[in-house]
């Protein structure tokens, strides 16, 4: 089975290199392509935070993994990639909620993306309450040691 996706818009910001930590700062914009329309934005002010689809283009087939220690660090249990949120995965799929700041016309300013400059997006939806999890989230302790300084 073949699956045929094209990226409808690109990320824009100060980001040029995949880093681990510090993304708070990072304000991004992200613009449709020529081929969307622009009614396809059409009232996304309405809503305040929203999930951006993403390719991790700059990873290397070669660097894709199915098992090992997140961020390389041996202080975390060895996962598999399914239980990280790394970069190189199979698919070279991203997806993060972000805080919709301002939309314009074709293009959208987001807070808490991780996706670095050029970054092609793949789908663009809103954040609706009924789609969240429902009752607790549940992770290993590690995880919030290696997200302390993720988003500051």
């Not at 969307?36 to 934005?41: F, G, L, N, R, S």
């Not at 954040?127 to 290696?146: D, H, T």
Request: proline letters at 7%; hydrophobic letters at 35%; glycine letters at 6%.
């Amino acid at each position: 089975m073949d699956i045929i996706v094209y990226p409808i818009a690109k990320v824009t910001n100060k980001r040029t290199e995949a880093t681990d930590d510090n993304w708070g700062d990072t304000i991004s914009e992200i613009t449709l392509l020529n081929h969307i329309p622009d009614e396809a934005m059409d009232n996304l002010e309405e809503f305040s935070h929203l999930e951006i689809i993403y390719y991790f283009d700059q990873v290397e087939p070669g660097e894709i993994i199915f098992s090992g220690h997140p961020r390389g660090n041996t202080k975390y249990p060895k996962m598999g990639i399914l239980g990280q949120r790394k970069k190189d995965r199979p698919n070279q799929i991203g997806i993060c909620t972000v805080e919709l700041l301002e939309h314009k016309g074709r293009t959208i300013m987001v807070k808490y993306l991780d996706a670095i400059d050029g970054t092609p997006v793949l789908d663009i939806k809103p954040v609706f309450r009924e789609f969240e999890p429902k009752g607790e989230i549940k992770q290993p302790a590690w995880v919030s040691n290696l997200m302390k300084d993720y988003w500051k």
